[in-house]
Structure formats: C-alpha cells, structure tokens
C-alpha cells in the first residue's frame, strides 16, 4: 500500500503519557509524566497553553469540548476537570483510592468514565454535579484502558492487565461478557469505526496486536513484529491501516485487510505509550517517554468521478460506491449550500487503496490508481476490464486511447486496450515526470516543466517551463489551465498553428511549436479543484470561494462555508455541484444560459447574444447587467437591469436624464437613498445646464445650499425667498441669514439675528446698513446683557442720543427710510461716513 507519510510536528519534552485532539480547533492536547498538561497548536507546533495539573505524572487526559473543558487523571487519585479558554479549575475530586490510568467520555451524553488500579471502573455525570452514577466491578488487576462502542454508545469495552477484554453496558454494574484476549496483559482496546464489521482490536505485553470479532467472541488476526510490550492499537477512520505503538519505539502500521506490516516509523524518542486519532484529517499524534509527534497519512482529499450524465463514483477504502445526481427531485428548489441527502449504493470493491478516480470522456469506463498500480473498471457493472503498473493515468479524448506513467522516467500508450507499439512519446526518459493528464493533448508534469504531446504521433507540441500541480482540459479541447501553487494560467491550443508546422515539414524541437499556445488569462488566486463547463472555467479557491473564470476576468459565485471540492456541474439543474471530504454533496447555481451569453459577449458577437438574451432567468438579468457595465456595454445594461439602483447609476453614467428622473419619480417616499440619489441628479442636470430639473433635483433632495447657489445664479427673488423661509423652518440660521443678506433683506437679516440671540451683531449690522432696525437690535443687545447692567447701560442708542453721534444722523436716516420705502434696499452709502463714529462710541462704550 502506497500513501505518504509525513511527520508535522516533532516536540521534545517530558515523557508524554496521554494525547488528545480537539475536535475543531487545531490543538494536540497532552498529559505528563511530570504533572502537567500542555495544549499545541498541531499546525504550528507552539505551546499556546500550559496547565500545572499536580506533582505526581498525568496518565489520561481528554478534551470535553462541548464545555470547553478538559478532564484529567493523576497518580494522586484525583480527576480533575478545566476550563481550557479561561484555565478556571471547574471541579477536582478524588474519584479512586488508586492510581487513575485511564479515561474516556461519552459521545452525547454527560459522563466520564475512568478505570483504576484499585481494579474498578466509575461513571461520572457532569450534568448532576459530578456524582458517581455507577461502579463496574469483575476486573482482577490494572484497568489500562476504555473505549466506548460508536455502533451502540451504551455499551463500553476495557482492557485488563488481567489479560482480559470485558464488554459493559453503562447501566449495569458487570460485564456483559469477558474475552481472555493475551497471554499476557491487555494494555488497549479499540473499536473498528465502521458498520461493516464488528470488530475490535487489542494489544498486549506479549508484544502481539489482535483483531477481534466482539459477536463471535472469536480472535480474527494475531499481528506479531514489535518486539516489546505493544501499548496501543487503532483501526484508521479513513484509510485501510491499523496503526499500532510498544515500547520498543516503533509506530507500525498494518493493512487492515490483509494484516501485513506496510510500513515502520521510528523517531528515537524511546518508549511510546499513548495515541490520539485526528478525525477531521487523516493525522494521528503519538506520545513517547521523550516527546510527541504528529504524523499526517496520505491526502485529506476524498476520491471521487462524476461522468457527463451526473453518475457519482467514490470510494471509502476499499468499497466503491454509486449514486446519481438525477435523482436529486426539484433541484431548483434546493437552497443554496445545503447539504443534500443521497442514498448511495456500494457496487463492488478494489483491490488496490485508491489515490485517484478517473471516468473516461464517454462516461464507459473508471480508472482506480494506487499502490502502485492501475486498474480499469467497466462503470455500469464494475468489472475488471485492464489493470497493471502505474502511478498515472490519463484517458485520450476518444476513451479508445490511454497512458500509464509506470515509473517517474516510463511511459505507456494504450489503444483498444493493447499496448501501441511503433509510436511513443518523443523526449520521455529524459526527464522525472511527477503526473500525466487527460485532455486533448497527452499532459504531463514534473519539476518545473509542463509537457504536451500529440495523442497519435507522440511529437512534442509544446513544452512550457512552469511549476505546475495540476492540467485541466476544456471539453472543446481549445483551453487549458495550467494551476500552480499560487495562481493558475489559461492557454489556448491553436491546432492549426500546429498543423501547419507539421504539414510543411518543419522541424519540431525539444521545445515544441511555440504558436501552438497562446495565453488568454493569468489570475493570482490559489486553486484546490476546478472543472471545464465549455469556455467557462469554475474553480474553488483557496479562500473558500466558489468562482468561475470568463474572458480573463474571474467573478464569485458563492463564498464557502466550509472546504468543498468541485464535482461538476448539471446543465438540465442549471447547478454546480461540490462534496466535501466525506462525500456529502452540497450545490450552487450557476445557469448555463447566462454562461454562454456573457461568452458570447466576450467573443463581440453581440447578435448571439441577443439570440438568449430572451431565455436568461429573471433572476439572473441583473447579473448579466453588471457583467455588461465591465464590459462597457452600460446601454445594454441599462436595458436589462431590473435593480433600481443599478438603473439609476447606469441612467447617470450615461447621461440619460430622463430615465434617472422618471425612475426617481416612481420610487417610493419611504426609499432612505431617495435624498442622496436626488441630490446626485442635480449635480448631473447642472454639468449640462438643464436648471429646471437641477432645481426641483436639489428641492427634492433637500439641498437647500445648493438650490440657494443655483437660485442665486438664476437671479430668482422669490424662489430665494421661499428657500430662506424654509431654512428657517428648519433652523438653519445661517443659510437663512446668507440668503436675506445675498437677496438685499438687510432688515431681515438684522430681524433674523436678534430673533436668535445674536442682539450685537444684528445692532452693528443694523448701524452700518439699516438704521431704522437699530432700536429693536440694541435692545435685544441690552437684554442678552442683562448679567451686566453696566455695559448694558452704556450701549447708545443713536435715535435716543443723537447729540454723542456726528451731525447728519437724523439725514442720513431720513435718507435711508426714503430709498426703502421707494421699494430699494437701502444703500448703506447714506451711513457710510457715520459707520466709524457710531462704532466708535460703542466700542468706548464697552
């Protein structure tokens, strides 16, 4: 069995007796022989948290990460539970008169169970303060080790230095039964996470690993090769292993179908002693006398094909399963990113662990690759049709035609499901190929280089110096993606550019043709998967998005709530279908219409375009109408568009006055942009002097400084006083002030001043330009001055006093009330050579 295997953390430390995952965050939670508890962050490998447990070692932990706990087990007999967010000690309490070995919690329910080396095993339940709800006796030595049934949480299993394995329900305080499972003691106990099989593994000091069938009672496998006391056992929940530690410092791992040893890791940290398995990922972290590792297994991708006809295929380790898309009823009624329901059936096995599923072009034929080999399946019956040696395989456009990387520096093409002879790819042997690719061209990829071959005479059509991690065909055979790790390229393929080559006997080069391709598009964005849908390109990103490429220009079609992985797409669903990494299927919308009108517009052919335009969904029209703005056709856009906003940008983009004047007329009283969407229509109407309807704009929009500048500007008396009395409606004193001042109502505005406490202002005003305001303004002076009598009294009136003015006041007055009552507004010329003195005095005066 072939699976990488790839060791992310390596962390020194004391010895490490327990481990445990968090469920979500990325955390390694371990227990000490020292007394402490510390938290990793597994993806980094810091220490983010350290817990001072107790002075004697910590021999079980776990998290409880409903509460945001964790429970610990110590030699001082006590079990004690922390908030791990806050390091708030919830409880501690002593649970045995014994050492603690071990612990485990339930799935669902609020109870802790642990086992002892006073020989019992006890329930505790949170939820009733921690009280012991029962005690399970039987045992005659160590409890080691628990383990809770996930085909039927209410029953349980421990391991036994007695050299047993009993079965528990949690209600009854002794066993169900009892497997003497070793010779020597039983250290651990597992269940196999399936359905399929009800089995369980052990270990034990006689330096064995067992696998068990729980119902028959009966030993399925013994599993010798470690060569000391073996401390732990597990089935993997995702790959075909069982993964086993000892004492002699050696991590195995065996095949679970077979039972024989696939691989050795040993990281020189001497004994190891505890396992913790990452669900969410294929990782599991073991913990040694001098530290802790994390190892990661193969991919976390799921192995999965989907032909044309939405035909689902996918394998969970050996099984292959079936389902199909078409039986999804009322898609277009399904919610966008809902989980969707399938039933699927198993349709057979292979005989190899799959790191790859492939569907040829017609949908006939499946190809499963991994450890090593190849294995070609018929789809509908799933019989073997061709297999052999190869770590790549890629299917030529025709499904007759295929090639089998057998090696990184050999090759094979198949036709008929023979092997061709006479014709064979130029140049390979060369150079280490890493994969080959399907597509219209025979792809493949190494270090740094991208090769394409022709299908037929095996002659290199272009070698491109990139490094890439995946080549993705279009079905028209004109596109390809090349994906690299932080970005991804289109190319096109110009057969002709090609042919034309070839047909005139050019000489073709190590290089290939260099016109055979052409770039259309370069887009700095991470791609996990991607698909074809003609000319469109959709793609998932590495910032959970789903997107799709046209035209060189990328849009989203949905932000990820989760890592999905890009399935296909149903044109009768008008949807794009993605899984996740169990397989559970889940759904987009994407209309195929739209897809072909905006590459129609790409393409200028305008009158295609106008062809479906008719049979676009309402529900996508503005959609299209934004993808028209980018592409400058802001006329058609606002043809299309049915978002008011939209329209009324476009209408101003484009000058179209009208349309933004009878949309804005149609909208409702109760729309919060109304003001805003006026205002800025006002704006536009004045850039091309239409004053008419830049002043019902700005009165609508309550513009009142901009309506009083383009009154002002327009010469209008009694629209300026119209504004000014309802700026002073409105409290808008200064603005009602400017436009009196502006529209020559000097008396006004000397009223306006005193009516708003502003009495020495309105009496300077009303001294240099409106004598006969000048009574009223100073008294409402004196009164804002009644805090100080003495100032107030000083404050001369010129009608009162006229002797402390200069000569010419009493003429200058009469003079003054002559021009206004003539209808003028007054000159203020009158009063000009008063002005000095008058202020003078009151200046003194204060």
Known sequence: MLFEVNRKLLSRSERVKAVDFHPTEPWLLTGLYNGTVNIYNHETGAIIKTFEIAE???RCVKFIARKNWFVAGSDDFHLRVFNYNTHEKVTAFEAHPDYIRCLTVHPTASIVLTGSDD???????????????????????????????????????????????????????????????????????EFYPGTDKPYLVTTGDDKTVKVWDYLSKSCVQTMEGHTNNVSFAVFHPNMPVIVSGSEDGTIKMWNSGTYRIENTLSYSLERAWCIALHKGANEFAVGFDEGVVVVKLGRDDPTFSMDPSGKLIFTRAHSVLSTSLQSISSPSSLSDGSLIPLSPKEIGS????????????????????????????????????????????????????????????????????????????????????????????????????????????????????????????????TLVAIVTEESFFVLRFDRAAYDEVVEEGGEITD?????????????????????????????????????????????????????????GYMPAHNRVYLVDKDVKLFSYPLSLTVVEYQTAVLRDDMDAAAELLPSIPQDQLNKVARFLEAREHKELALQITTDPDHKFDLSLSLS???????LLRSLPASDTSLESKWSSLGDQALAV??????????????????????????????????????????????????????????????????????????????????????????????????????????????????????????????????????????????????????????????
């Open 56 to 58: 004697v070692p910590v």
């Open 119 to 189: 020989m019992t095993i006890k329930a505790w339940d949170w939820e009733k303060g921690w009280r012991n709800i029962q005690i399970y006796e039987g045992h005659t030595h160590y409890i080691m080790n628990l383990a809770f049934n996930p085909k039927d949480t209410n029953t349980f299993a421990s391991a036994c230095l007695d050299r047993t394995v009993k079965m528990w329900s949690i209600g009854a305080p002794t066993a169900n039964f009892t497997m003497d499972c070793h010779e020597k003691g039983v250290n651990y106990v």
């Open 350 to 477: 292979t005989e190899v662990f799959p790191t790859s599923l492939t569907h040829s072009p017609n949908g006939r034929f499946v190809t499963v690759v991994g450890d090593g080999e190849y294995i070609i399946y018929t789809a509908l019956a799933w019989r073997n049709k061709a297999f052999g040696n190869g770590v790549s395989f890629a299917w030529a456009p025709d499904s007759n035609t295929y090639a089998v990387l057998e090696t990184r520096m050999k090759m094979k093409v198949f036709k008929s499901f023979k092997e061709r002879t006479g014709v064979g790819m130029k140049g390979v042997g060369g150079w280490s190929m890493d994969a080959i690719h399907t597509g219209t061209l025979l792809g493949a990829r190494g270090s740094g280089v991208v090769m394409f071959w022709d299908w037929e005479s095996g002659e290199i059509v272009r070698r491109i110096d990139v490094d890439a991690k995946d080549i993705i065909w279009s079905g028209s055979g």
């Open 511 to 567: 290089e290939g043709v260099e016109d055979a391709f052409e770039v259309v598009a370069e887009v700095n964005e991470v791609v996990k998967t991607a698909k074809w849908v003609g000319d469109c390109f959709i793609y998932t990103t590495g910032t959970k998005r789903l997107c799709y490429l046209l035209g060189g220009e990328s849009y989203t079609i949905s932000p990820l709530d989760t890592t999905l992985y890009l399935l």
């Open 656 to 662: 179209d006055l009208d349309t933004a004047l009878s």
């Open 689 to 846: 002097f239409r004053f008419d309807l830049a002043r019902e704009s700005f009165t609508r929009a309550n513009d009142l400084q901009a309506l009083m500048l383009l009154l002002l500007a327009m010469g209008d008396r009694e629209g300026l006083g119209e504004l000014v009395r309802r700026a002073e409606g409105e409290g808008l004193n200064n603005l009602a002030f400017v436009g009196r001042w502006e529209g020559g109502d000097v008396g006004g505005a000397v009223d306006l001043l005193v009516r708003t406490g502003r009495g020495a202002e309105g009496a300077l005003l009303a001294r240099t330009y409106a004598p006969s305001h000048v009574p009223k303004a100073l008294e409402a002076w004196k009164a804002d001055l009644k805090s100080r009598p003495k100032i107030a009294a000083s404050v001369a009136n010129p009608a009162e006093n006229p002797e402390v003015f200069e000569e010419g006041w009493e003429e200058a007055l009469a003079k003054e009330e002559a021009l206004l009552s003539e209808g003028g507004n007054g000159s203020g010329n009158a009063l000009g050579s008063l002005a000095g003195g008058g202020v003078g005095v009151l200046v003194d005066a204060e």
